[in-house]
């Protein structure tokens, strides 16, 4: 649910990082943080264990720039990737914009691809949003580890209904950015279309 | 279903005012009103050293975990969470279960005086909360988006 306040002129957005434990979501956030000139972000907020696993979620909030007089921000969110926090993960989705699936590319992690999948298609439910009518990307992360799944097989098995999707090495920054992009150019759109 | 939460400026206007009275006559250092997916609507008072926007979405994750610890134990909501600090305190309440309004204030007030204030502008608050969803949910209401081009998605991202 995006946010319009026509008083300060500004429009915010909500775009959430899913996907399983350690696929790179944080990682994600931290390199468009770190890339970001300091005027368009504000301070990164990771709420994790002490062992920098996320418990919560990590928040980075971005602007983007002025569209038609409003200033326009998103507001990342990445959810705790691990299966036993799925509580947590259903508060995150709440009001949500738009989703990026971010994949671990490696074989031995594609049954819990899956898995996340459809978990989050089943919390997106619970709420009231269907998935394939939100905007939507997938990453396929960690594509420069020896032991990946070939791309056909995961675009086969997770990527159906042919939406955007991005290759991605999230610590160099490969891919980040592109995913970061399209997923708000799909929000942006759909506002346009629900306006 | 997705529909956006919007704010215009004539509620904007008696919200700050509501917010503005309820911070003097609690005698608090701020007020903040926060939407409950974590979007800030609007700050009074002292807060130049805060960083609202965090303030904000850790507001929305805390009352979002307090509700799902409410719904687990059979109730319908928390409505109010209260945090004391050695210096200063947050009391957090949700008002017509759609916006969160904050409270941060010292030693020169107390909670029992804050309590009772954001009572008071809770019950005004919520007029002006319906009027603004009244507002929200009818067709005419126009989306700024309405007519951005290509070209407007295009330069955001150049």
Redesign the interface.
């Known amino acids: ?8 002129r500004e ?2 957005c ?1 775009i959430v990082y899913y996907g399983p434990g350690l696929c790179g979501k944080t990682t994600n956030l931290q390199y468009i943080y770190a890339k970001t000139n300091p005027d368009a972000k ?2 990164m ?1 990771s ?1 994790a264990t002490e062992t920098d696993r996320t418990l ?2 990590d ?1 980075l ?1 971005l602007a ?2 002025t ?4 200033k ?1 921000r998103f ?1 990342l969110y990445t959810v705790p990737g691990q299966v036993f926090y799925d ?2 993960r ?3 989705l ?2 949500v ?1 738009g989703v990026v699936f971010v994949a671990d590319s490696q074989i031995d992690r594609l049954e819990a691809n899956i898995e996340s999948l459809d978990n989050l298609r089943s919390n997106l439910a619970e709420q ?2 269907d998935l394939d009518k ?1 905007p939507y990307v997938i990453q396929y992360n960690k594509r420069d580890l020896p032991n990946v799944t070939p791309l056909e097989e995961l675009q086969e098995l997770l990527n159906p209904n042919k939406v955007p999707e991005f290759n991605a090495v999230a610590p160099t920054g490969e891919g980040v950015f592109e995913t970061l ?1 399209a997923v ?2 799909l929000v ?5 279309k ?2 | ?9 004539d509620e ?2 008696q919200m700050a005012d509501v917010c503005e009275r309820l911070r003097m006559d609690a005698n608090a250092k701020a007020v903040f009103l926060i ?5 800030l ?2 700050t009074t008072g002292k807060h130049e050293h805060l ?1 609202t ?2 303030l904000a ?2 507001t929305a ?1 805390n009352i ?2 307090t ?2 610890l409410a719904k687990l134990i059979g109730e319908r909501e928390f409505s109010i969470l209260f945090h004391e600090g050695e210096r200063d305190s947050l009391h957090i309440s949700l008002v017509a279960s759609q916006i969160i309004l904050v409270v941060m204030f010292g030693d020169e007030t107390s909670v029992g005086l804050v309590r009772l204030r954001v009572r008071k502008a809770t019950d005004e608050l919520v007029k002006i909360v319906q009027s603004l969803l009244d507002k929200t949910q009818n067709p005419g209401a ?7 081009s290509d070209d ?2 295009d ?3 150049s």
């Not at chain 1, 649910?1 to 300060?8: H, Q, R, V």
């Not at chain 1, 942006?188 to 346009?192: A, D, F, S």
């Not at chain 2, 989306?143 to 951005?148: C, D, G, R, T, Y």
């Open positions: 649910m995006s946010f319009i306040n026509y008083a300060s429009i915010n909500k504000g301070k907020i709420l919560f979620f928040f909030p983007l720039g569209i038609r007089g409003f326009t507001h509580a947590s259903k508060l995150i709440k009001g914009d009231g949003y939100l992009k708000a150019k942006l759109t759909e506002l346009r629900g306006s | 279903m997705n529909s956006p939460m919007v704010i215009y400026e904007f206007k939407d409950k997916n974590g979007q609507i609007l960083d926007t965090a979405s850790l994750g979002a975990a509700d799902g126009n989306s700024p988006f309405a007519e951005i407007d998605l330069i955001l991202f």
